[in-house]
T-cell receptor, first 112, second 114 residues
Framework: QQPVQSPQAVILREGEDAVINCSSS?????VHWYRQKHGEAPIFLMI?????EQKGHDKISASFNEKKQQSSLYLTASQLSYSGTYFC?????????????FGTGTRLKVLA | EAQVTQNPRYLITVTGKKLTVTCSQN?????MSWYRQDPGLGLRQIYY???????DKGDVPEGYKVSRKEKRNFPLILESPSPNQTSLYFC?????????????FGPGTRLLVL
């Protein structure tokens, strides 16, 4: 079962803020966030390894609530370059397996 | 330059004709993985490898094979491709010292099976 992301899509004007949520039905050991431009490879944004951890760089930050099995990505004062599809991702550890599961994705479009 | 390379980038083939997509990384990563990406379905893991000679199924392994004979290479093999394997494929690698860390992706391979 993939983590579910919300919203599925969002349109912003330059300078506006956005929050993308990632919710899992299973325990999250870590959460990764990636951004993908159309037709290109996903690019790593950040990783959160501990419950409650918050990280950020530039105007993009993220939080991880291990108890609620949720993570959120915060985009502040959005720029045109933020447009793309955002994915959360996590390991699925079951009986010695190390599968990796991506979330359902959130399309973000920033308009001038 | 640290990178993951995939070849070919584009491939058109016919049903049943065996093909191999190569993947190589120069970062000495233990964990390597193949994903397919389809519209509306996001990125799904096909196979992964924790290290040399250690591979395991992801969520959509049917119709695919992999091998990991060397740490840097992780080829994806389609023994008898079918049209439902038309997709965009990504190889990725990362360190895995207890947890899967940052995944570095190759540029992708667009496959069309007629």
């Amino acid at each position: 079962q993939q983590p579910v992301q919300s919203p599925q899509a969002v349109i912003l004007r330059e300078g506006e803020d956005a929050v993308i949520n990632c919710s899992s039905s299973k325990a999250l050991y870590s959460v990764h966030w990636y951004r993908q431009k159309h037709g290109e490879a996903p690019i790593f944004l950040m990783i959160l390894l501990k419950g409650g951890e918050q990280k950020g760089h530039d105007k993009i930050s993220a939080s991880f609530n291990e108890k609620k099995q949720q993570s959120s990505l915060y985009l502040t004062a959005s720029q045109l370059s933020y447009s793309g599809t955002y994915f959360c991702g996590t390991e699925e550890r079951t009986s010695g397996t190390y599968k990796y599961i991506f979330g359902t994705g959130t399309r973000l479009k920033v308009l001038a | 330059e640290a990178q993951v390379t995939q070849n070919p980038r584009y491939l058109i083939t016919v049903t049943g004709k065996k093909l191999t997509v190569t993947c190589s990384q120069n970062m000495n990563h233990e964990y390597m993985s193949w994903y397919r990406q389809d519209p509306g379905l996001g990125l799904r893991q096909i196979y992964y490898s924790m290290n040399v000679e250690v591979t395991d199924k992801g969520d959509v392994p049917e119709g695919y094979k992999v091998s990991r004979k060397e740490k840097r290479n992780f080829p994806l093999i389609l023994e008898s491709p079918s049209p439902n394997q038309t997709s965009l494929y990504f190889c990725a690698s990362s360190y895995s010292g207890g947890a899967i860390e940052t995944q570095y992706f190759g540029p992708g391979t667009r496959l069309l099976v007629l």
